[in-house]
């Protein structure tokens, strides 16, 4: 299995990333997959998650209006439009790829190398 995170940057206050993520290996369809992030000193959290099938998306609170996930099940790649980033959207992204559906449960604990992401003020 393989996971490529890619996309990030250093950016200032109100600008826009987009983030991409290639996987390998994963072909359970019944696996929702997503994004988390870890800013420095803090837990890793979920941001994003969407369906591979019916089911949608979901955002957690602080990024809804914002970011936008997405996914090409064909070329297995998830994206994360980020728009109006602030400081507080700053840190290490991954994606994850077996998300239990309607959770942030993974059902391994690989993860690949994430990409970071810096917004300035």
């Known amino acids: 299995v393989e996971l490529v995170e890619s996309g990030g940057g250093s950016v200032q206050a109100g600008g826009s990333l987009r983030l991409s993520c290639a996987s390998s290996?994963?072909?359970?369809?019944?696996?929702?997959w997503g994004w988390f992030r870890q800013a420095p000193g803090k837990h890793r959290e979920g941001v994003a998650r969407?369906?591979?099938?019916?089911?949608?998306?979901y955002y957690v609170d602080s990024v809804k209006g914002r970011f936008t996930i997405s996914q090409d099940n064909a070329k297995s790649t998830l994206y994360l439009q980020m728009n109006s980033l602030k400081p507080e959207d700053s840190g290490m992204y991954y994606c994850?790829?077996?998300?239990?559906?309607?959770?942030?449960?993974?059902?391994?604990?690989?993860w690949g190398q994430g990409t970071e992401v810096t917004v300035s003020s």
């Open positions: 969407i369906s591979r099938g019916p089911g949608g998306s």
């Open positions: 994850a790829p077996d998300l239990l559906p309607r959770t942030w449960i993974r059902a391994s604990d690989y």
């Open positions: 290996g994963y072909t359970d369809s019944t696996y929702s």
